[in-house]
């Protein structure tokens, strides 16, 4: 969820957690993933929030991307689901799109590492 539009506190610390591979990616030079797996690697960015504002996910967006690409994960590669205007409880379950939204872009992923597995077979 989306609170005072930024990134709630238990992703946040997964993101501040992750310095250790920002200064080793870009201090110390040295690779984050194994080279067999850099460039194979997706993102997925989940996020709900209460207000009905178009822009309730711009503050959240920089600091997921800059997570993703320190872990190696391409902007190509990085998928996001994001669903206002779902303040109050069973809203998401009422939204129009999120649960089609959401199976659509489980498949979509499902799709693509299946496809990404094969050829590495």
Same mark, same amino acid.
């Given at each position: 969820?989306?609170?005072? &539009?930024?990134?709630?506190? #238990?992703?946040?610390?997964? /993101? *501040?957690?992750? #310095?250790? $591979?920002?200064?080793?990616?870009?201090?110390?030079? @040295?690779?984050? +993933?194994?080279?067999?797996?850099?460039?194979?690697? &997706?993102?997925?960015?989940?996020?709900?929030?209460? #207000?009905?504002?178009?822009?309730? $996910?711009?503050?959240?967006?920089?600091?997921?991307?800059?997570? $993703?690409?320190? /872990?190696?994960?391409?902007?190509? *590669? /990085?998928?996001?689901? &994001?669903?206002?205007?779902?303040?109050?409880?069973?809203?998401?379950?009422?939204?129009?799109?999120?649960?089609? *939204?959401? /199976?659509?872009?489980?498949?979509?992923?499902?799709?693509? @590492?299946?496809?990404?597995?094969? +050829? #590495?077979?």
């Amino acid at each position: 969820p989306i609170f005072c &539009m930024g990134i709630a506190s #238990q992703p946040k610390a997964l /993101i *501040d957690r992750a #310095q250790v $591979f920002r200064s080793r990616k870009y201090v110390l030079k @040295l690779p984050v +993933v194994p080279p067999e797996r850099k460039g194979k690697r &997706m993102g997925i960015f989940l996020a709900s929030a209460g #207000q009905n504002w178009d822009h309730v $996910f711009d503050a959240a967006v920089p600091s997921v991307k800059c997570f $993703f690409h320190v /872990i190696d994960v391409k902007d190509a *590669d /990085i998928h996001y689901l &994001m669903v206002n205007n779902v303040d109050e409880k069973g809203a998401i379950e009422r939204h129009p799109n999120a649960r089609n *939204d959401a /199976i659509n872009l489980g498949k979509a992923v499902v799709a693509e @590492l299946r496809s990404r597995l094969a +050829v #590495q077979g």
